[in-house]
C-alpha cells in the first residue's frame, strides 16, 4: 500500500514542508487553513484548500470534528499532523485511527504511552537508559517538599503530562516549592489534563542532545545521529545543530543504542526523536521520547542527505524504510536558527502585524524554512516562529561563519523578530568554543547583550 491523498492538519511552515514532501513523492493533498491563515503562503503549494473555522485553534486545527469532515468529503486516505496542535495528542489520534484513515506518525498507544512522563521513565528503565533519580507521581506539597529533600537540591518540578518545558521550574532550595507546585499542576490541568507532578534531579550545567530515529512497520529501525539543542529560552529551542560539539564516535554509539533499545520496547514506528541530558562528565540520561517530526530536524537532513519527512510518508503507507543503517554516512556540520516575531526590547512578548518585507537568505548551502511572505499578518493566535534559517558546510567554523553571513542577509519588516538576537549568539565566545548547556543563553547570553 502507498498513500494517494493526504491531508495536512497544520499552517505555516511545517505545513509548506509537508506539501512539498508529498509533492515530491506523487501524492495529492489538501491543505487545511483558519480565516486567519486564508492567504497564507503555504495553502498555495497544495491541491486543495479547505477553510476550517475561526482564527482561534479550537475552532481551526484543534477542530477534529471539522478535520474529519474535510478529510472524508476530499477523498484523503491519511493525515499528517507537522508538529504541534494534536500531534502529540493520543485521543485525537486514536479518534483518526477508529475512522480508518492513516494517521502519518506512531500509533496513538506510542504516543499515549510516551506522552507521560513517569511512564516513559519506567520503559526507560526496562530499555536499560540511564535516568536521572526522581520521584514517582507527588501526591501533595508536603510530600514534594519531603521528597525534594531527599533528592537534594536543585530539583526540577515537571509535570507529567504535556511537554514544552510548559509548567517545569528549577529550584535551588525549598523557597518557592510551594507556589512551583501549585501552577505546576494547574498548568498541567488546562493545558494536558492531568495535574500529576514529579520530581527530578536538575543536572547543572548539563546539554540538551536528542537522537534522531526511524522506523518501519518491518523490522527496520535506524538512528540518523544527534542534535545539540541546548540554546533554549524559556525551555524552548532556539539554536540546533548536529553534530553535537560534546558527542564523539564512542558517545554517539552509546546514545543512539540506548535510543533504539527504547524504541524496541514499545514498537516504535515513523520518525521519533529521543532526548537526553547530556552532563559535563560525559554521562547521559533519558529526557522524553518527542513521536512527532521535530522542528529542528533540517539539520540533520543536511547533513545525512535523507529526508525524514517523505521517509514519514513511505513508512505509513506500508512500505520499508528507503535506507538502512549503513547509508547513513552524516558529513560536515548544519546549524539552524528559529526566528521569531518577538520584541526582544520587550523581554521577547510576542510582535504582530503585516509583514510589509521578508528577503530571505540564499547562497551555497543555505536553506530557509519560512510561513510567511510580504503581506502576511502575524497573529495573536499562533505560535510566534516565522521560519527557520539553516545552513550546512564542511566544519562547524566555517557553519558558524555561513550563519552569521545568512542571518546578516536575513530582512523582515513589519515586526520585531530575534534576528539581531541571533546575531550576536552565534558570534558569541562560548557558542563558537562549543561550550554550551541549557541554561546558557537565559543566564549569561541574554543578560549579556541586554548589559545586565
Known amino acids: 500500500m502507498s498513500l494517494k491523498k493526504v491531508l495536512v492538519a497544520n499552517r505555516g511552515e511545517i505545513a509548506a514542508r509537508v506539501l512539498r514532501a508529498c509533492r515530491e513523492s506523487g501524492i495529492a493533498t489538501v491543505a487545511v487553513c483558519s480565516e486567519a491563515d486564508r492567504d497564507s503562503p503555504y495553502t498555495r503549494l497544495a491541491d486543495e484548500v479547505r477553510d476550517l473555522g475561526g482564527a482561534k485553534v479550537t475552532e481551526s486545527y484543534l477542530n477534529l470534528d471539522r478535520i474529519l469532515e474535510v478529510a472524508s468529503a476530499t477523498g484523503c486516505d491519511a493525515i499528517h499532523p507537522g508538529y504541534g496542535f494534536f500531534a502529540e495528542n493520543a485521543k485525537l489520534v486514536r479518534r483518526i485511527e477508529e475512522t480508518g484513515l492513516t494517521f502519518i506518525g506512531p500509533s496513538s498507544a506510542s504516543i499515549a504511552l510516551m506522552g507521560d512522563k513517569l511512564a516513559a521513565r519506567r520503559v526507560a528503565a526496562d530499555a536499560r537508559v540511564p535516568l536521572l533519580p526522581g520521584t514517582e507521581a507527588v501526591e501533595s506539597l508536603d510530600d514534594a517538599s519531603r521528597l525534594a529533600d531527599k533528592l537534594g537540591y536543585p530539583v526540577i518540578l515537571k509535570p507529567a503530562a504535556g511537554g514544552g518545558g510548559i509548567g517545569m521550574t528549577i529550584l535551588h532550595n525549598p523557597a518557592g516549592l510551594e507556589r512551583a507546585y501549585t501552577a505546576a499542576a494547574r498548568l498541567g490541568q488546562a493545558m494536558f489534563g492531568s495535574g500529576t507532578v514529579y520530581l527530578e534531579t536538575f543536572l547543572t550545567g548539563g546539554r540538551h542532545v536528542e537522537i534522531q530515529l526511524l522506523a518501519d512497520h518491518h ?3 535506524l538512528h540518523l545521529g544527534e542534535r545539540e539543542c541546548s540554546l533554549q529560552r524559556r525551555s524552548q529551542k532556539l539554536v540546533e545543530e548536529t553534530p553535537s560539539p560534546a558527542v564523539d564516535e564512542p558517545l554517539r554509539q552509546e546514545m543512539a543504542g540506548a535510543a533504539l533499545r527504547l524504541a524496541g520496547v514499545i514498537r516504535y514506528h515513523n520518525a521519533g526523536t529521543i532526548e537526553f541530558l547530556l552532563g559535563p562528565d560525559g554521562r547521559f540520561y533519558f529526557l522524553e521520547m518527542n513521536t512527532r517530526v521535530q522542528v529542528e530536524h533540517p539539520v540533520t537532513e543536511m547533513v545525512t542527505g535523507i529526508d525524514i519527512v517523505r521517509e514519514q510518508l513511505r513508512v505509513a503507507g506500508g512500505l520499508p524504510l528507503s535506507v538502512d ?3 547513513v554516512r552524516p558529513r560536515g556540520h548544519a546549524i539552524e536558527c528559529r526566528i521569531y516575531a518577538e520584541d526582544p526590547d520587550r523581554n521577547f512578548l510576542p510582535s504582530t502585524g ?26 495573536v493566535h499562533y505560535d510566534p516562529m516565522l521560519g527557520k534559517v539553516i545552513v550546512w558546510d564542511h566544519d562547524r567554523p566555517h557553519a558558524i561563519a555561513r550563519m552569521l ?14 534576528r ?10 562560548e557558542f563558537r568554543a562549543g561550550r554550551l548547556h541549557t541554561r546558557l543563553l537565559e543566564d549569561v547570553l541574554v543578560p549579556r547583550l541586554k548589559g545586565t
Open 219 to 221: 523490522g527496520h529501525a
Open 325 to 327: 543503517q549503513r547509508d
Open 420 to 429: 539581531d538576537v541571533l546575531l550576536k549568539v552565534i558570534d558569541s565566545p
Open 405 to 418: 553571513r545568512a542571518l546578516g542577509e536575513l530582512r523582515v519588516e513589519g515586526v520585531r523578530t530575534t
Open 354 to 379: 503585516r509583514i510589509s518585507a521578508f528577503d530571505i537568505p540564499s547562497g551555497p548551502g543555505v536553506r530557509v524554512d519560512a510561513g510567511i511572505a510580504p503581506g502576511s499578518t502575524v497573529s
